[in-house]
Structures are given as C-alpha cells and as structure tokens.
Nanobody, 127 residues
Framework: QEQLVESGGGLVQAGGSLRLSCVVS????????VGWFRQGPGKEREFVAA????????NFAGSVKGRFTISRDNALNTVYLQMSSLRPEDTAVYYC????????????????????WGQGTQVTVSS
C-alpha cells in the first residue's frame, strides 16, 4: 500500500514562493498519477494540480495556472509542487494523493480517483 508524506508548507507573504514535496513509498509509485489538492478553512477539498505517472503531462486548476508548476522525480519517489506569486486565497492545507488506478489514461481532477493520501501540510499566505 502506498504511503505519502507531504512537506514544505509554511508561512509566506503574498507574492512569495514555496515548494511542496510529496514522498511516496511503495513499489507502484512510477505507475500512478499523483495529484495535489487543498482544503481551506470551511471549504471542501479542491483540486490544485496533478501529474501523469509518466511525467509527460500535467493538469492545473484555473486558479493556479501560470503560478504553480508540478514535477516528479521517479528515482526519488517524489512529486513537487512549486508555488509562486502566492495569494492569501491560496491559504489551505495541501494534500497529495496517489491515483487508485495504475497507468491510468488521462489525469483525474476528482479526489475520488485518488486512493492514497498524505497527512497534509499547511500553507499560510499573509497579505
């Protein structure tokens, strides 16, 4: 079973940057899409970005497109979320999830497609 651990969150001023990391244990990491989701205070969990298992394509929520990038290093079993030009509305707990299917065609944006989750890392953006 996959286990995920997020890190890299913190407090940053608006306009600043952070890089989140998601380390995935398990032998099937290289065959699973990995997504980032976030949940702000009083809000539902929402899709942020995801990267295909091969690393050849990615998908972003409209609210972060052009500001966030996603990458993966399969040798290190790690997925990164580089966040730039951060805004107060980006404040949330950020979670990474691994796709319940292996080698899925396409990149799902629904949290239901992801079966394995980390504990989350807090990102706070001050104005």
């Amino acid at each position: 079973q996959e286990q995920l651990v997020e890190s890299g969150g913190g407090l940053v001023q608006a306009g600043g940057s952070l890089r989140l990391s998601c380390v995935v244990s398990g032998e099937t990491f290289r065959t699973r899409n990995v997504g980032w989701f976030r949940q702000g205070p009083g809000k539902e969990r929402e899709f942020v970005a995801a990267i295909q298992w091969s690393g050849s394509s990615s998908n972003f929520a409209g609210s972060v497109k052009g500001r966030f990038t996603i990458s993966r290093d399969n040798a290190l079993n790690t997925v990164y979320l580089q966040m730039s030009s951060l805004r107060p509305e980006d404040t949330a707990v950020y979670y990474c999830g691994a796709d319940r299917l292996r080698m899925r065609v396409g990149i799902p944006t629904s949290s239901g497609a992801y079966a394995y989750w980390g504990q989350g890392t807090q990102v706070t953006v001050s104005s």
